[in-house]
Structure formats: C-alpha cells, structure tokens
C-alpha cells in the first residue's frame, strides 16, 4: 500500500474520515475498497482507482503448522520473504523484511547471498504485516509480536522502517503496542545510537555471532567498519538512555564458534546487567554446518553457570525453508505445496 500516495488523496479531508479509514485497513483489515460501506460511494471510487490494498503473496506452511511463509511481489516485481511463527505460548509473531536483498554478505546469511537491490518503503513493510493480519483474521486471532529480523538491514533503513512502527503503534488503527516490536541489526553504530535516542520503547537486537574480533569480520565483513568494542560502546549508550534490556543472538556454527573457549570469552563480553544472549541453531544456507545438539547444550551452560541469561531460540520452519538467516526471496524452492488462497 502506497501510504504516501494515501495520506495525500486524504489530505482535504475532515479528520473523522481519516480515521474512519485507518480503522477499515488497519482494524476491520479490508482487502477491497468494497467492503468500505461505510465510506460515500464517490471516495470508495476514488480510492479504489488510486490505492490497492491488494497485496501480491503466495505462502507456504510448515509441516507442523507453527510456521507459515509468504513470497511478496511488489508493484516493481521485486519479491521478498516474510514469516508468521505460532509459539507455543500463543504468541504470534511476523519477521518482517525491511530491504531487497542486503548489502552486508554476511557469511552465513542467505539474504546476504543475493546483494542488494533496494530499501522498502513504510507501505511495503506494513503489506507484510497486513497480509498475516488478514490470513489470522480468519482464525480469528491478531499477530502478538513483530521483529524486523527478515531479509536486509533495519539500520540502512531507518527512517522507513520507524515509520512503519509508528503506523502499526497507533493506537487508532492496528495498535500493536510498542513493547512489542524488535528490531535486529547487525551492529551499525549510528543507527544504535539514533535509536537510543527515540522516546519508543522498542526492543533491540544485535547479532554477535563471534566473541573476538578476528572470528567475527571472517563471518561478518562489516566487523572491519564496527569493530566489537565500538559496537559495545553504542549499545552500553543505548541501555544508559533507556533502560532496557539487550538480546545478543549468537548463531552458533559447528567448529566455527562453538568451542568452550568461545563460550568462555563470550562470557566476558556479556557482564553487563541488561545483556541476555540469544542461542540460534545455524540454519543451513550451504556455507557451514549446524551445532551438534550436544554442543549447543554445553555452551550454553557455560554462559548460563557463569550468570550470563541466556536463551535458546525455538528452530521455526526450516522444512519450508524459512527459518533465519534462510530468507532469498524463493517460496518456489521449498518442497512443501503453495498454498494460493490467501
Ligand atoms: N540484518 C539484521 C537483521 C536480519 S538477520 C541482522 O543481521 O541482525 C536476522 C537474524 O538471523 C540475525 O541475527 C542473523 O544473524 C540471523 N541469521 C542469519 N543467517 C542465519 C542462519 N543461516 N542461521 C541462523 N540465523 C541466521
Ligand atoms: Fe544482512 Fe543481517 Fe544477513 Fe548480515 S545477517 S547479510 S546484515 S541480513
């Protein structure tokens, strides 16, 4: 949805109808100006000329039904990946992409395979969200959380990528609340310090992946620009000016990261009250292996005995192909069936 192009065609309007409006796509989750009844004929003509709430998805669901992903084609042709995850807990979360591609090439990341093609705009990120809003409204039930940790980097994406929170945030129209949005970058020192000095409480997170400097620039090249303790520096700023806790993912990668040494220096890194880290199986994206399970539990235990919080991420469709880091824009290499009727 062109949310530019919205805003501007409402702009003679008394304040009652934009909000009527935002209610009808962002509520009630219309997908056809029909169904705005509510609206005079002459405007629901008008806006269904000008703005399409249609948005282009094909999905696929894992086998056990927890996770479902959906291929985007955008107006320009360009196709992202966005994923609904169904915890155990009845969250429900959508990892949202916020760029085509990315242009970081991180070693482990599929994104990062594809290069960059170029930034979403608000709209395109908020179709994401929308598009799971609708398919769970037909199960009756609303999405609970949504992370920016699909394809590309919130941070090169800024402004694009807070407007789209403070449109999902407003309390007049999908009214998510604030808490409730992650954003996961990979360690830009600007947009770190920027965000800390946003009067929202979101939550963020930063992929580590390596305890030294040396492991990390061979598994993430910008390490050279934002070396560890740089990173650190921003991220300790950010906790003074809010507060708030920090997650610290941790890909862990079969004889890559994983040894009881990397623990016990990630040990080090990690003394700080509001740090918690963030276990992830590697998903396989044909570079390296996964952590044995074995492996996985012993790592964690040395951070957990030394009083580092940590916690494990649950592994969500890697059957589809879906999992993090695995998102490159291709439903159709999935094994599982297209599901075509959302
Ligand atoms: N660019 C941002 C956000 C997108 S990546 C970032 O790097 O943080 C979201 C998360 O998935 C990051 O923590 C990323 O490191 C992780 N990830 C990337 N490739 C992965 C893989 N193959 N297996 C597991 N996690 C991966
Ligand atoms: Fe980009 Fe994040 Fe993937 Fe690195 S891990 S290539 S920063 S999306």
Same mark, same amino acid.
């Not at 249609?54 to 994923?83: A, C, M, P, W, Y």
């Not at 199960?139 to 992370?147: D, L």
């Given at each position: 949805?062109?949310?530019?192009?919205?805003?501007?065609?409402?702009?003679?309007?008394?304040?009652?109808?934009?909000?009527?409006?935002?209610?009808?796509?962002?509520?009630?989750?219309?997908?056809?100006?029909?169904?705005?009844?509510?609206?005079?004929?002459?405007?629901?003509?008008?806006?269904?000329?000008?703005?399409?709430?249609?948005?282009?998805?094909?999905?696929?669901?894992?086998?056990?039904?927890?996770?479902?992903?959906?291929?985007?084609?955008?107006?320009?042709?360009?196709?992202?990946?966005?994923?609904?995850?169904?915890?155990?807990?009845?969250?429900?979360?959508?990892?949202?992409?916020?760029?085509?591609?990315?242009?970081?090439?991180?070693?482990?990341?599929?994104?990062?395979?594809?290069?960059?093609?170029?930034?979403?705009?608000?709209?395109?990120?908020?179709?994401?969200?929308?598009?799971?809003?609708?398919?769970?409204?037909?199960?009756?039930?609303?999405?609970?959380?949504?992370?920016?940790?699909?394809?590309?980097?919130?941070?090169?994406?800024?402004?694009?990528?807070?407007?789209?929170?403070?449109?999902?945030?407003?309390?007049?129209?999908?009214?998510?609340?604030?808490?409730?949005?992650?954003?996961?970058?990979?360690? #830009? !020192?600007?947009?770190?310090?920027? &965000? /800390?000095?946003?009067?929202?409480?979101? $939550?963020?997170? =930063?992929? +580590?992946?390596?305890?030294?400097?040396?492991?990390?620039?061979?598994?993430?090249?910008?390490?050279?620009?934002?070396?560890?303790?740089?990173?650190?520096?921003?991220?300790?700023?950010?906790?003074?000016?809010?507060?708030?806790?920090?997650?610290?993912?941790?890909?862990?990668?079969?004889?890559?990261?994983?040894?009881?040494?990397?623990?016990?220096?990630?040990?080090?890194?990690?003394?700080?009250?509001?740090?918690?880290?963030?276990?992830?199986?590697?998903?396989?994206?044909?570079?390296?292996?996964?952590?044995?399970?074995?492996?996985?539990?012993?790592?964690?235990?040395?951070?957990?005995?030394?009083?580092?919080?940590?916690?494990?991420?649950?592994?969500?469709?890697?059957? #589809? !192909?879906?999992?993090?880091?695995? &998102? /490159?824009?291709?439903?159709?290499?999935? $094994?599982?069936? =297209?599901? +075509?009727?959302?």
């Amino acid at each position: 949805m062109n949310i530019d192009k919205l805003n501007s065609l409402l702009s003679d309007q008394p304040t009652y109808r934009f909000k009527q409006i935002k209610q009808l796509i962002f509520r009630d989750l219309i997908d056809d100006w029909s169904q705005a009844t509510v609206l005079p004929l002459s405007l629901r003509e008008e806006l269904n000329k000008e703005i399409s709430l249609r948005i282009n998805g094909q999905s696929v669901s894992s086998k056990d039904g927890d996770s479902t992903k959906s291929l985007i084609t955008f107006e320009d042709g360009l196709k992202i990946e966005t994923v609904l995850m169904i915890h155990a807990g009845g969250r429900r979360t959508v990892c949202v992409s916020c760029q085509v591609g990315c242009p970081f090439g991180c070693a482990f990341c599929a994104t990062g395979k594809i290069g960059f093609k170029r930034n979403l705009t608000p709209g395109e990120i908020i179709d994401q969200v929308l598009f799971f809003a609708r398919l769970l409204k037909k199960k009756k039930k609303k999405i609970t959380n949504i992370v920016f940790m699909g394809m590309g980097e919130p941070m090169l994406n800024y402004e694009n990528v807070l407007e789209a929170i403070k449109i999902l945030n407003d309390k007049d129209g999908f009214n998510l609340g604030i808490r409730h949005f992650s954003i996961s970058t990979v360690g #830009i !020192v600007e947009g770190i310090r920027r &965000l /800390a000095e946003e009067p929202l409480q979101i $939550n963020l997170a =930063i992929s +580590l992946h390596a305890p030294n400097n040396r492991l990390r620039t061979e598994l993430i090249k910008v390490n050279e620009k934002y070396p560890i303790e740089n990173m650190l520096r921003a991220v300790d700023y950010y906790t003074l000016k809010t507060n708030r806790k920090v997650m610290f993912e941790y890909v862990l990668i079969k004889d890559i990261n994983d040894s009881d040494e990397c623990a016990h220096e990630l040990v080090r890194l990690m003394k700080k009250p509001l740090y918690f880290v963030n276990l992830i199986p590697y998903n396989p994206t044909g570079n390296f292996q996964s952590s044995l399970p074995e492996r996985i539990k012993t790592f964690k235990d040395i951070l957990m005995k030394s009083g580092v919080m940590t916690t494990q991420r649950y592994r969500f469709g890697d059957d #589809i !192909v879906g999992a993090c880091g695995q &998102l /490159a824009g291709g439903v159709e290499h999935s $094994n599982n069936q =297209i599901d +075509l009727s959302h």
